[in-house]
Nanobody
Framework: QVQLVESGGGLVQSGGSLRLSCAAS????????MGWHRQAPGKQRDFIAT???????SYADSVKDRFTISRHNANNTVYLQLNSLNPEDTAVYYC???????????????WGQGTQVTVSS
């Protein structure tokens, strides 16, 4: 079983910053790409950013140059630095990880429960 736990969400004023963290734990043989999606009220869940185990990154156009994804492989944690926030960034932010489990060697995608980010104008 793989668990992902996010932290760092909260309420921030427009123009402010937050740093989200997501720690993966449990029965993990290998971790592949990790990343973040977000879901605003009444909207679908959208891709935000991803980072490979080697550190290559990719971003949605809507957050490029404002958000930065990073990871610490030694503690199975992925981070998302959110800068220059605006009310349109208000959403629940979900992290995910591609992980190989030792019981059968299979890879799967695992999700966290989400952390709320609210940006006031």
């Amino acid at each position: 079983q793989v668990q992902l736990v996010e932290s760092g969400g909260g309420l921030v004023q427009s123009g402010g910053s937050l740093r989200l963290s997501c720690a993966a734990s449990g029965s993990i043989s290998k971790l592949g790409a990790m990343g973040w999606h977000r879901q605003a009220p009444g909207k679908q869940r959208d891709f935000i950013a991803t980072i490979t185990s080697g550190g290559s990154t990719s971003y949605a156009d809507s957050v490029k140059d404002r958000f930065t994804i990073s990871r610490h492989n030694a503690n199975n944690t992925v981070y998302l630095q959110l800068n220059s926030l605006n009310p349109e960034d208000t959403a629940v932010y979900y992290c995910y990880a591609n992980a190989q489990i030792p019981t059968n060697g299979r890879w799967g995608v695992y999700w966290g429960q989400g952390t709320q980010v609210t940006v006031s104008s």
